[in-house]
């Protein structure tokens, strides 16, 4: 009997980074070999080149934004990856923790009290949610994805202001960096499951500036998405009655008055919901960006429906513009 074909995920790693656990919420590992990757760039690079089937993704979070990293290879200013497209999405709660190895020192009363003198310019500083487990007195130094300390700056700036942040490529990387110092006087910014593969301690628990705060991730596949035959195996099936968004990017002659007015205008003529719009420099030229713009709906294989005469028209309205793809959305209301 011929063994059963195990299709190939690659996820930003190393294990136990939350693009790691969102990977193992949505793929059967009977199904799926999840490989991990060191960036976001070769997790784009190992899609295009067919050396995975699938791709995971960080691209937004609720609370800092979107992945500048992510939306610049989706600029693709190289044409490095032409058939990379978002065929799903998936969304993590993601809860921080600071990791490194605990002082035998008690945390002082005043250090730990989370309170922040008023200003006339702050009268009423933000207090972080939650106060750290041990001493950080010896903490010199915190290795961290920049997107988590966007995400944690309320409690950083409380009991770790003025102390070295050294950007890595994620998490579980930072994680991984900690574990490794053998001088102690450095932390993480990672998950917990991170402490418990690493060998390092919690030092603060839940440290994220809020308690809703959320990651969006891709699932990223070479061509666009034709049936929902390509999503067999999948953990969480994606029911009928869901919506369905698209992803769209373009750029227009900044020097024309009202171009990026008249490429928005084209959603609404054809009654299309738009849910974000970014934007990163195209370095064609200074001051020259490309808009990435997401909204309800999808493209119809037919070529009919609102979607495909938008993306028609577009087309005629901007200086070029590229499909990403559409997919059933999973955010719950």
């Known amino acids: 009997m011929p063994s059963k074909e195990v299709r190939k995920v690659a996820y930003l790693g190393p294990p136990s980074s939350y693009t790691h656990q969102a990977a193992l919420e949505d793929f059967d590992l009977e199904n799926f070999e999840l490989e991990p990757r060191v960036a976001i760039q070769d997790i784009f690079f190992a899609v295009?080149?067919?050396a995975v089937s699938y791709g995971v993704v960080p691209f937004e979070n609720s609370t800092n934004g979107s992945v500048v990293y992510t939306l610049d290879l989706f600029a693709d200013r190289q044409q490095h990856y032409p058939d990379i497209y978002v065929c799903g999405e998936a969304y993590l709660d993601v809860h921080h923790c600071l990791l490194g190895y605990a002082s035998s020192r008690s945390p002082p009363s005043d250090v730990l009290s989370g309170s922040a003198t008023p200003t006339h310019l702050d009268p009423d500083p933000v207090r972080p949610r939650t106060k750290p487990l041990t001493d950080l007195s010896h903490?010199?130094?915190?290795?961290s994805h920049p997107q988590a300390f966007g995400q944690c700056e309320v409690f950083l700036s409380t009991y770790l202001k003025g102390v070295e942040r050294q950007e890595v490529s994620s998490t579980s990387k930072a994680a991984?960096?900690?574990?490794?110092?053998?001088?102690?006087?450095?932390?993480?910014?990672?998950?917990?499951v991170a402490?418990?593969?690493?060998?390092?301690?919690?030092?603060a628990k839940g440290i994220e500036d809020r308690d809703d705060n959320t990651t969006r991730f891709f699932w990223l596949q070479k061509g666009p998405l034709q049936t929902e035959t390509s999503q067999l195996g999948l953990q969480h099936v994606q029911e009928d009655g869901q919506?369905?968004?698209?992803?769209?990017?373009?750029?227009?002659?900044?020097?024309?008055a009202g171009a990026l007015a008249d490429?928005?205008?084209?959603?609404?003529t054809y009654g299309l919901n738009l849910t974000s719009i970014n934007s990163r420099p195209s370095r064609i030229r200074p001051w020259h960006y490309i808009f990435f713009v997401e909204f309800e709906g999808q493209k119809e294989a037919s070529g009919l429906g609102p979607v495909n005469k938008a993306l028609a028209q577009l087309q005629d309205t901007t200086e070029g513009c590229r499909w990403y793809g559409s997919w059933k959305s999973r955010l719950k209301s």
């Open 48 to 50: 295009q080149s067919g």
């Open 139 to 143: 903490i010199k130094r915190i290795y």
């Open 176 to 192: 991984e960096v900690v574990s490794q110092d053998a001088s102690g006087t450095v932390a993480s910014i990672s998950g917990k």
């Open 195 to 203: 402490a418990q593969v690493h060998g390092i301690d919690v030092l």
């Open 243 to 256: 919506s369905w968004k698209t992803l769209v990017g373009f750029s227009i002659n900044h020097e024309s």
């Open 263 to 268: 490429a928005l205008m084209v959603f609404k």
